[in-house]
């Protein structure tokens, strides 16, 4: 239950999809000088090497986020990201959510991030070595809800499991609804692959149901190899903050123009 790596997808089309929607919302919350709260349940290594064996045995990065740059700008906010990461870590480098999210947040903001992985919590543990930020070798769903509501209050939370588990798909939706009772002002995001089998489909149904004014975005893009299971990837936004509806439906748009391609 502990196999999954994630330096063989860093980079690819589910990681662009969900770190630009993260970085918008990041972007955002700091607009406003007040601190915020940033929590991650499953945050992996945080940083990865597009040119390690890995990446290239997969050949995902190639057909993510070394093939889409362009469509951002320098004043994106996933961009400067990235580009703070390769200033610090080397051209080759990509940061995960959260290297993204020290990127984009403030001396004053905190991070809560999980990891329950030993070698990947190892590798956590030096790549976001920071003041503003804990670092847990915990179930990340558990932590999430020892510590709702975070102080600051304000903040945002992304759930991101590997989906190696199969039952999270029908604990996840209630896990989000007691989170939200206790922490009702939080943007709550839930990352989800779609795959071939559909099934994710009775776990949106619920959350869409628990949660009728969420934003749920979802893109599909060609597998990224014959046989491969994921078809496209989602995200649900509880409490989304303005403007995110809008840079959701233009990046929807993009991922519609290369399938096209």
Not at 116 to 135: C, F, Q
Not at 189 to 213: C, E, V
């Amino acid at each position: 239950m502990l196999s999954y790596q994630h330096s063989f997808h860093a980079g690819n089309l589910a990681d662009v999809q969900k770190h630009a929607i993260l970085a918008f919302v990041l972007d955002y919350m700091t607009c406003k000088d007040k601190p915020i709260s940033y929590i991650e349940s499953h945050a992996g290594r945080g940083l990865y090497d597009l040119n390690d064996a890995d990446a290239n045995k997969t050949g995902e990065a190639a057909q993510g986020i070394l093939k889409v740059a362009d469509w951002f700008d320098d004043s994106s906010p996933y961009l400067r990201a990235l580009a703070a990461t390769k200033d610090a870590h080397g051209d080759n480098a990509y940061p995960g959510s959260p290297l993204i999210a020290q990127a984009l947040l403030r001396a004053n903001d905190s991070l809560h991030l999980a990891e329950l992985h030993p070698g990947e919590y190892a590798a956590l543990r030096v790549n976001a070595r920071s003041h503003t930020t804990k670092i847990y070798q915990q179930d990340g769903l558990e932590l999430i809800q020892s510590l709702a509501p975070p102080t600051p209050r304000r903040g945002v939370l992304l759930i991101d499991p590997p989906w190696e588990i199969k039952s999270d798909y029908q604990t996840i939706p209630t896990t989000l609804a007691k989170l939200h009772r206790k922490w009702n002002v939080g943007v709550l995001m839930l990352w989800y692959p779609i795959l071939t089998d559909g099934r994710h489909k009775p776990m949106l149904a619920t959350l869409s149901q628990n949660f009728p004014d969420a934003l749920c975005h979802e893109v599909t893009f060609p597998p990224a190899r014959k046989g491969h299971g994921m078809v496209g990837s989602g995200m649900f936004v509880v409490n989304p903050p303005w403007g995110l509806g809008n840079f959701a439906k233009d990046l929807t748009k993009r991922f519609k123009k290369m399938s096209k391609g």
